[in-house]
């Protein structure tokens, strides 16, 4: 879209000022997770030289839902680019792509590399994490544990139904990110527990 993209605190505040909180708190987890899925791969020399910068990465999952509000919501996720531009933000196209690859049934982006894998695999996971913890007494991250996240999203297809298993799954494929559902779900469990006093658990 332009040259020079907004930072991640415009992107933030833009964020947090218009998408109910719940949305804002979800924008939060999906960020952490993709810096953790980001990290992981480039530790392992996973991440080719094509791929986005970190920011990026950042940047889409912080406003990946930037138009799930007001006259936008109906058309999630189709209306982007209108969103960024009624708050005056400016993402690089490689962020724009990230934000369509995580509905490509709706926007007709299939992922192409493993930024875009890695926005779709997560996106929906961090509901289920989240739901994870909220069926504990104390409804705080860090008493979930992985063994618990794991077998409710294998093996209780009821629990956090919303949750698009067959998305997350696809963290497995060879063409893909090539991570195990069971560590997929470690890292973002980690992730999103590193934040968890900013989104409210």
Known sequence: MNDTPSSREEVYQAVKNNLEQ???????????????????????GELGAGEP???DWLLAGLSHDIDYSGEFKAEHPRKTVEALTKYGLQVSDSVLSMIK???????????????QWAILCADS????????????PSKKLADVKLASVVKRFLKDPKFAAGTRRQEVAHCADVVGLNIPVEKFCDICLISMQNIASEIGL
């Not at 690859?101 to 930024?115: I, M, R, S, V």
């Not at 996971?125 to 504990?136: M, P, R």
């Open 53 to 55: 910068p970190k920011e």
């Open 22 to 44: 719940n949305i804002f708190y979800h924008s939060l987890a999906l960020e952490a997770c993709l810096a953790g899925i980001y990290d992981y791969l480039q530790i392992r």
């Open 125 to 136: 996971l961090t509901g289920l994490i989240i739901a994870c913890a909220l069926i504990l």
């Open 101 to 115: 690859a995580h509905a490509p049934e709706l926007t007709g982006q299939q992922p192409q590399n493993k930024a």
